[in-house]
Every structure is written in C-alpha cells, then in structure tokens.
C-alpha cells in the first residue's frame, strides 16, 4: 500500500514563504516521478511542478522562478519551496506519485496553502 502524506501548507502574508513536504511510503519512491499539482476553488486541477527520479524537472509557467521542486531519496520526500507568493497562489496542494513505464499513481489528500493579509 503506498501512502502520501503532504504537511507544510498553511496561512501566509503576500510574499511570504512556504516549503511543502510530501512523505512517502512503500517501495515505489525511487521509481517514481513525483509531483505537485494544486487545485483553487472552481478550478480544474493543475501541475505545479514535477521531479523526475533523476531529477529532472518541471514547472509550469505560472510558478517559474519562485517555486523550487526537490526530492531527498534517502527520505523518500519531496518538497515544494514557494517563495514570493501571490494571493493566486491560494489552493489545496496534492502530491502525486506517478510510477515509471506504468500507468500507476497515486495521490495524497491534499494541504491547503492560503495566501492571505
């Protein structure tokens, strides 16, 4: 059974900062792309940024620049560091684990980051 299990997200001003953390578990981590996606209210859920598992990534264009993707085998996590963020960043954050040369992912159960004054 792989588990997700995100924490980090929270309340911050405009222009503050946040690091999102996704813990995994199970044996797939290595083997796995990994991603962050968010989901406003009203809104279809979208990719934030994705890690390879030789890390290569990727951003959407929206987060360019602010939001750094990284992931720590040893650990079998991936964070999210969101810097400069906007009231458009206001969203639930889901982790997603999408398993190499298969069509198996999976997703946790989301954190909600609010950006706020």
């Known amino acids: 059974q792989v588990q997700l299990v995100e924490s980090g997200g929270g309340l911050v001003q405009p222009g503050g900062s946040l690091r999102l953390s996704c813990a995994a578990s199970?044996?797939?981590?290595?083997?796995?792309?990994m991603g962050w996606y968010r989901q406003a209210p009203g809104k279809e859920r979208e990719l934030v940024a994705r890690i390879t598992s030789g890390g290569s990534t990727k951003y959407a264009d929206s987060v360019k620049g602010r939001f750094t993707i990284s992931r720590d085998n040893a650990k079998n996590t991936v964070y999210l560091q969101m810097n400069s963020l906007s009231p458009e960043d206001t969203a639930v954050y889901y982790c997603?684990?999408?398993?190499?040369?298969?069509?198996?992912?999976?997703w946790g159960q989301g954190t909600q980051v609010t950006v706020s004054s």
């Open positions: 199970g044996s797939i981590f290595r083997a796995s792309t």
């Open positions: 997603n684990a999408a398993l190499t040369f298969t069509t198996a992912e999976y």
